[in-house]
């Protein structure tokens, strides 16, 4: 089981503004009350599904948010910084 510690959520929060489709899943999720606190794939994936009816569209955006948010956790990448 794939945990990150609850960072998906406030991860994707800071994508709101974005017009696009992690944007709208972004906005869908901040106003989702019952959305999980914590970051086990497989629950999220579940949850979404249930609340999407299963649209291929909407899962196929979740399953890019979470590898962006996998990358963005892998130790091997170098730190930005400013120049």
Do not use: V
């Given at each position: 089981?794939?945990?990150?510690?609850?960072?998906?959520?406030?991860?994707?929060?800071?994508?709101?503004?974005?017009?696009?489709?992690?944007?709208?899943?972004?906005?869908?999720?901040?106003?989702?009350?019952?959305?999980?606190?914590?970051?086990y794939f497989q629950e999220l994936?579940?949850?979404i599904s249930s609340k999407c009816?299963?649209?291929?569209?909407?899962?196929?955006?979740?399953?890019?948010?979470?590898?962006?948010?996998?990358?963005?956790?892998?130790?091997?990448?170098?730190?930005?910084?400013?120049?």
């Amino acid at each position: 089981m794939n945990k990150y510690h609850g960072l998906l959520k406030p991860g994707l929060y800071a994508l709101r503004a974005l017009t696009s489709p992690i944007g709208d899943l972004a906005n869908d999720i901040a106003k989702d009350e019952d959305f999980p606190d914590e970051d086990y794939f497989q629950e999220l994936w579940d949850h979404i599904s249930s609340k999407c009816k299963a649209n291929s569209d909407i899962l196929e955006t979740f399953a890019l948010a979470w590898s962006y948010y996998l990358a963005s956790k892998d130790p091997s990448r170098p730190t930005p910084t400013n120049t």
